[in-house]
């Protein structure tokens, strides 16, 4: 009897089979061309400057190596830092350069450190402002020289130098942080803090630039909810490829799993979650910083620059998602349709399933008092931890989307807890999901 009823059921099945792939392969089809209607390009476009550019590679190169020699490691809130800090004022101080200072404390992991911001303001006709960033940290667990660790301050002293005697229109901001990439701290710090913060309209932050046989510079493009406009990267990567270097993006995927996660890193982070277009431009190889690279690319950020100060207004972000080196791109919401439509043929498949089973009431309880059983325990293990953790036997910090992948000193979310709590919480968890299952297993 068993047997005749499977025949049945596999006989229905396979009878319907042929529609629902049917169907499945339209849906499939109609995805595609979705995601190919939903390709936009960038509405407004940003010229590029033809203005001549006076980057001084030597005097960056020299830089460059003063700093790596003086402080060749400089960890975030370490004597160091802050020395290669009073080392970097003293050369504003040696131009004439007024500047502003501040301090502040954030906490990495367990650990209270004092970071120090460091701007230099040139203010313009346009109350516009552009945020030119540069990170003095060494990077810990990183491929890069000390050269190249220190190359971006130095380009970033010498972009001072030049915009100080050029005329600009719009306000211009370089700032010197005390990052290590953990989503631009002193970033956020300034966004939050400056009264020049709600006029930002651009943010350009680099860092490992300078080395010379280079074919491409990296970008970060992702943020916690939208990606770097599709203006912006079109900009960068025309001004780059006139200086024989292509941009390159995270792959499509990296992307989509960057969004869907909230889960990503670099300094773009800190102005993208707040609607700024943000770039992030960095090179991840070897060698060392020469004066010949640091000529390319110097050059290359100065003319970037430029071109945001042309006379036009700064484009706004349009909610972009995923973005294409040729600045095409994705919206949220183009993004969250095309979600849908790709859930569409499993449950498509799922429905037909139901269709000829004819599943019953009475079955369906029993799904789901099997699937109570095993969500139960895991929510009441959260909550036990999160009542553990309030009550002070654990250190808790409020999560915040602004996160890197480094695990060591993580600056937001949880961190390590005892073995204690550890261990009441596992007992706790074993104890209630042994009573749940008793009770509530359908077996």
């Keep these: 009897m068993q047997l005749t009823v499977r025949r049945r059921l596999a006989d229905r099945i396979w009878q319907w089979r042929k529609l629902t792939y049917a169907v499945s392969a339209a849906l499939v089809v109609a995805t595609a061309l979705t ?6 390009a960038p509405a407004a476009v940003v010229q590029i400057s033809t203005a001549p550019t006076f980057f001084e590679a030597g005097r960056a190169y020299r830089a460059t190596q003063d700093l790596v020699r003086d402080y060749p ?10 020395a290669a800090g009073v080392w970097y004022e003293q050369r504003l101080d040696d131009l004439q350069i007024p500047y502003q200072r501040e301090a502040f404390e954030v906490m990495l992991g367990n650990n209270r450190v004092t970071l120090r911001n460091i701007a230099v303001t040139f203010p313009g006709e346009s109350p516009e ?12 667990q990183s491929k890069l020289r000390p050269g190249a660790s220190a190359s971006g301050t130095a380009i970033l002293l010498d972009l001072i130098q030049v915009f100080a005697a050029r005329p600009h229109e719009k306000t211009l901001v370089f700032l010197s942080t005390e990052d290590e990439g953990y989503a631009g701290l002193g970033i956020s710090r300034y966004l939050e803090t400056d009264p020049l913060a709600e006029n930002v309209r651009a943010l350009l932050t680099f860092r490992g630039l300078g080395r010379e046989q ?26 780059l490829q006139r200086s024989g270097l292509r941009l390159q993006l995270p792959r499509l995927t990296r992307q989509v799993a960057d969004h869907a996660l909230r889960l990503t890193q670099g300094d773009q982070v800190a102005g993208l979650r ?24 110097g050059a290359a950020m100065e003319r970037i620059i430029l071109s945001l100060d042309g006379g ?44 000829v089973t004819r599943v019953r009431p009475d079955a369906w309880l029993r799904y789901l008092r099997n699937l109570t059983s095993f969500v139960l325990p895991l929510a009441a293990t959260g909550g036990a931890t999160w009542l553990v953790a309030r009550a002070g036997s654990c250190r808790f910090i409020p999560f915040k ?3 890197t992948r480094r695990r060591p000193h993580h600056p937001t979310g949880w961190s390590p807890v005892s073995w204690r709590s550890s261990a009441w919480c596992s007992s706790s968890s074993a104890g209630i999901h042994w009573g749940i299952c008793a009770r509530v297993s359908p077996w």
């Design 35 to 40: 995601v190919f209607l939903s390709i936009t």
């Design 73 to 82: 490691e400089r960890r975030m809130g370490s004597a160091a830092a802050e």
């Design 214 to 239: 280079r074919e491409e510079l990296q970008a970060g493009v992702s943020g916690t909810d939208t990606s770097t406009p599709g203006w912006y990267v079109q900009l960068a990567g025309s001004v």
């Design 129 to 140: 402002v552009i945020l030119v960033v540069a990170p003095r940290a060494t990077v810990s």
């Design 401 to 403: 989307p602004l996160l």
């Design 312 to 355: 036009t207004e700064i484009p706004t972000d349009p909610g972009t998602a995923l973005v294409l080196a040729s600045g095409r791109y994705l919206t949220g919401r183009a993004l969250a349709i095309l979600g849908v439509i790709m859930l569409l043929p499993g449950s498509l498949m799922a429905v037909t399933w139901l269709a």
């Design 274 to 297: 707040r609607g700024i277009p943000s770039l992030r431009l960095y090179d991840s190889g070897g060698g060392e910083a020469t004066s010949a690279g640091l000529a390319t690319h």
